[in-house]
Structure formats: C-alpha cells, structure tokens
C-alpha cells in the first residue's frame, strides 16, 4: 500500500531563513502529490500540486521520482507562513483517495 | 459563498451512544469525501460519494460507521454503539469534479467519546 511520510513533526525557523519541509512517498506507480495547509484556527486547503508546477506564496515543490520525494521549500520564510503542513498523495489514473502524512508544524519565528 | 459547513462543531458522546454528523458541501458540488483525523496525524480516508451514489466505503473502520448522501447533496455520517477509539476530528470535503481533484475542506466535527 502506498505510504506518505512526513518525518518532521515541527519545524522551527526564523523569519527570512530557507524552509523546507519533508515529504517521502511509497508508491512504485506515478502517484498524484499535494500539498496541504492548515493555519490556526482555519480549514484544511490545498497549497499546491505537482501536476500545476506552480508557485504559491512564495512556495515551491518538485516531484522527484528517483528519490520518491516531494519537498515543500521556501527560499525565505514569513510569520505568516506558521502553520500545519500536510503532505499527501493519490495515486494516478484517476483514483481519488488520497493518502495523508501526519503533517509537519512549522513555526516561523519573527 | 459559503464553504463546506458541518454540524455539529463539538460533540460529547458516552460510550455507546450512537452520533449523528452533518455535512453540507458547497452547492453544485458532486464529489463528497469523509475523512477520520485523528490526534498528531493527518486525514484518513472514510468514503466518498459521488452525487448519491457511495463509490468506495473501502475506510470506514468498521460496521458500526454508515454515511448517507440521499440526494446528492447533505450527507450524515452516522456511528452507532461509539467507542472510545472513534474520538477524533470528523472532517468532510466537497469537490466540484466527479474525480475529487481539488477539494474544499469542512471546518470539522471534533468527537469525544468518554
């Protein structure tokens, strides 16, 4: 089955420094990844996918098959960017279950 | 608009009770999804409805957990008999395409069972 692992439980950076949040994936298909954002006191949203290759706010993520990763990076972090980070994948060819990693809190201090 | 609402926010229940949790998607939207989050981790998949139609309940921990969706739009996740384990955020997204691409998430339904 296909695994999400998130090996960071909290990450604490200073504002302006580089963040890079962790996200290893199991799967020997071409999976479908997401990231996921949950500030305080605020719903579940998607930050960003693969497939898009966009940024937002100020983040990035690349899909890399050879080390089965998909790295959530930030080349200079803001107060506001402190929240709970969720990686997650679906696997590909239209499945639409998704698969969760425990998440990784990040803490930008001022 | 509105998003995805669920009620109720907060829920105690005793040990053997049954629980009623409500979620309204977004209007128009054809995919519903049930999730389980537990404390320290992230979501885990429940079910998922297409319109009324249940298209995988592969989640549900166990015979005791039933969700509805009978016509295609508020759906009610239903536990009977809960335990103890079954305490945890009950979330619910919505999505506008059939494949649940993007999905717009619930603020949650926080369950307690002493």
């Known amino acids: 089955a296909q695994r999400v692992t998130q090996p960071e439980k909290l990450l604490s950076v200073f504002k302006g420094a580089p963040v890079e949040l962790k996200c290893n994936y199991s799967?020997?298909?071409?999976?479908?990844l997401f990231w996921y954002v949950q500030y305080s006191r605020q719903r579940l949203q998607l930050l960003l996918r693969?497939?898009s290759r966009e940024s937002i706010k100020g983040f990035t993520a690349d899909l890399n098959k050879g080390e089965t990763s998909f790295h959530l990076k930030k080349p200079f972090a803001q107060e506001e960017d402190s929240a709970m980070y969720y990686c997650?994948?679906?696997?590909?060819?239209?499945?639409?279950?998704?698969?969760f990693g425990r998440g990784t809190s990040l803490i930008v201090h001022p | 608009g509105a998003g995805v609402s669920q009620s109720p926010r907060y829920k105690v229940a005793k040990r053997g009770q049954d629980v009623a949790l409500r979620c309204d998607p977004i209007?128009?939207?054809?995919?519903l999804f049930w999730y389980q989050q537990a404390l320290g981790q992230g979501p885990e998949f429940l079910t998922y409805?297409?319109?009324?139609?249940?298209?995988?309940k592969s989640g549900l921990p166990s015979d005791r957990f039933f969700a509805e969706r009978p016509e295609g739009s508020v759906s009610t996740l239903k536990i009977q008999r809960t335990q103890q384990e079954d305490s945890a955020v009950y979330l619910c997204?919505?999505?506008?395409?059939?494949?649940?691409?993007?999905?717009?998430f619930g603020p949650g339904t926080r369950l307690t069972v002493t």
């Open positions: 997204a919505s999505s506008p395409t059939g494949n649940g691409y993007e999905q717009y």
């Open positions: 799967y020997s298909g071409s999976p479908e």
């Open positions: 693969h497939i």
């Open positions: 997650a994948l679906r696997l590909g060819g239209g499945s639409y279950i998704p698969t």
């Open positions: 209007s128009g939207h054809v995919s």
């Open positions: 409805f297409q319109n009324e139609a249940q298209l995988d």
